[in-house]
């Protein structure tokens, strides 16, 4: 996926005009158009005309791959707040990401849900019709979140909260539902959220590498430090271990389990009796 990543981003450092300078603008205000019509519209015919139905772009109505977007998720007050939030998302990451990249992330998110609800038709024979950019916009919101994981934002105007663990429960939610899904079999559903939000995994694939990168380094970095306390400690008093609270040691009482406590800052060695009995050391 890195490798991809850096060939779209030469494509687009390469291309710069095939990008679509404003296109959230564009979105919202045919999202906004979109749904006046369809107040007009008793039959529903607009929507469902637009709406990503497998079986009829088999038959031949390709347009459907893509107009999808333009329908609203919501309605009426809502439909204010949620075009609003967007539009906002979009604009800081084209200017962020350029009007090219910001494009391709798009249109590529478009058309990843278009191919996840056709998986979805063969693997489950369901014909699923996708109303609405959900999954288009919760990449969207990710890939905020991951570049601006500190932002705030408040929920109803009231709550304020981080970006990231906005993102952190949106991704757990979208956890329990793959695995619920696959749990019942329906392998395609469970496929669903994944393939749908593939183009965040690429275009994010060099920060998940970093993340995990430094994750090891840390982790392997305090075991390093760890066995050298250790090594020192017994080289200075005699012994592995010696309990803070009773002054035990494992010398004197060789039988006795001693741990060190995950809650304590440092390192801070108690014998069985307390390890779950003891003042925790806060610095």
Known sequence: MRKLNDAIDRFCA???????PNLMRYIVAANAVIYILSLFDRSGLLL???AMDP????????WRLV???LIPTSGSFWLIISLFFYYWLGETLERLWGSAKFTVYYVSGALLTSLATLLVYFIDGISMPVYGA???NTALFMAYALTYPDAMVRIYFILPIKMKWLAILEAVLYALSVVRYAMAGLWG????PIVA?????IFFSPDFSRRADQFQARHRSEAVQFRKAVKEQKRQRGYNHKCEVCGRTDTDFPDLQFRYCSKCTGYHCYCEEHIFNHVHHTE
Request: proline share 3%; hydrophobic share 55%; aromatic share 10%.
């Open 14 to 20: 390469l291309h710069p005009r095939l990008g679509i």
């Open 48 to 50: 469902q005309t637009l």
């Open 189 to 192: 559903m469970a496929l669903l």
């Open 55 to 62: 079986g009829a772009v088999l038959h031949g109505q390709i």
């Open 134 to 136: 959900s999954y288009v």
């Open 67 to 69: 107009t999808y977007v």
């Open 197 to 201: 939000m593939l183009n965040l995994f």
